[in-house]
């Protein structure tokens, strides 16, 4: 009879994790104007899209299950502002009765956001497997909260709708590259293994006349220990006054360093202008609400619940 019980309730715990309010890197934006949904992104699929990794050796660590790709390669001028947007569902907040409360992610989910590139022959087609990584921006902790109280860079992602904003450094080599942005959650780090990997690749091209392919490389997976500081830590013993950011030196450029912001440029609040999609009759599925203030329309279009979200 137990085990009669275990085998029915397994499956529905599985099938509510996505309730629980997980996170996919799934959209990019140079000098303020964003692509569409997943395009030039990897990302998963399925049930299990936004669920996070948690073990340290997982063979796809750097870039995820790529489950959904797309050939499109996103260029990015070195010394670029680029913006990587977060949601918990592919192709946006979704449709639901009072709104997606959890976009772009459960806000007890406090933690950093890690960038690192690595070069590839084409980052169209070259597997993520085997890469050398080398870190280009990070944004962790801070204990003088900003204006709007964030202190995690989680917060300020979430401040702004699910976009984080890093500086394309602007010695980076011209070439092909992938480009890792990676959250992690600690809400349950004070417990080793805890820490929450919400990370996904896009499929960029850097020009510009820079000459740095990258220093202080680091393998994924291999480059985090499960007893770092930064992945095993109580977030909550307070007050929590320093954070330190797990991964290697985040690249400095020789002959300036690079400026760091994490917010939007601009003083206004206003969303991305985003560059032009092909013409669609009405919103697009999944992407009918804006979180959880959304007074919109919440029609949908066509398709269903399996159809590919790219493009979207
Ligand atoms: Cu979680």
Same mark, same amino acid.
């Given at each position: ?85 977060? =949601?918990?569902? /592919?192709?946006?907040? $979704?449709?639901?009765?009072? !709104?997606? @409360?959890?976009? *772009?992610?459960?806000? %007890? ?18 597997? =993520?497997?085997? /890469?050398?990584?080398? $870190?280009?921006?990070?944004? !962790?902790? @801070?204990?003088? *909260?900003?204006?709007? %109280? ?163």
């Amino acid at each position: 009879m137990r085990l009669n019980v275990l085998t029915y309730i397994l499956p529905l715990l599985a099938t509510t994790t996505p309730v629980l309010g997980h996170t996919i890197f799934q959209r990019l934006s140079v000098n303020g104007q964003s692509y569409g949904f997943l395009q030039g992104v990897r990302t998963p699929g399925g049930e299990q899209a936004n669920s996070p990794t948690t073990d340290l050796t997982y063979p796809n660590f750097a870039c995820n299950t790529e489950h959904w790709t797309d050939p499109s390669v996103i260029p990015i001028p070195a010394g670029a502002c680029v913006g990587a947007y977060f =949601s918990d569902y /592919l192709a946006g907040p $979704k449709c639901l009765p009072f !709104g997606d @409360s959890v976009h *772009p992610v459960h806000p %007890s989910h406090k933690g950093p956001i890690i960038v690192f590139l690595a070069q590839v022959s084409n980052a169209s087609t070259t597997t =993520s497997t085997g /890469l050398r990584w080398f $870190k280009i921006a990070e944004d !962790g902790y @801070s204990s003088v *909260p900003d204006s709007d %109280s964030s202190r995690w860079a989680s917060e300020r992602m979430i401040a702004q709708d699910g976009w984080t904003y890093f500086t394309m450094p602007e010695c980076i080599a011209p070439g092909d590259y992938l480009l890792s942005v990676e959250f992690v959650a600690l809400h349950n780090a004070m417990e080793r293994g805890g820490a929450q990997f919400f990370m996904e690749c896009a499929q960029i091209r850097v020009t510009g006349g820079g000459t740095s392919a990258g220093l202080d490389f680091v393998e994924f997976p291999g480059a985090y220990s499960a007893t770092h500081p930064g992945l095993l830590i109580d977030i909550y013993a307070s007050p929590l006054s320093t954070y330190t950011i797990p991964g290697p030196a985040r690249l400095q450029c020789p002959t300036s360093t690079p400026p760091i912001h994490y917010r939007r440029p601009t003083a206004t609040r206003t969303t991305e202008t985003q560059l032009a999609q092909p013409a669609k009759d009405g919103l697009p599925l999944y992407a009918q609400c804006g979180g959880a203030a959304w007074s919109g329309i919440t029609g949908c279009a066509k398709g269903g619940d399996d159809e590919s979200p790219l493009y979207l």
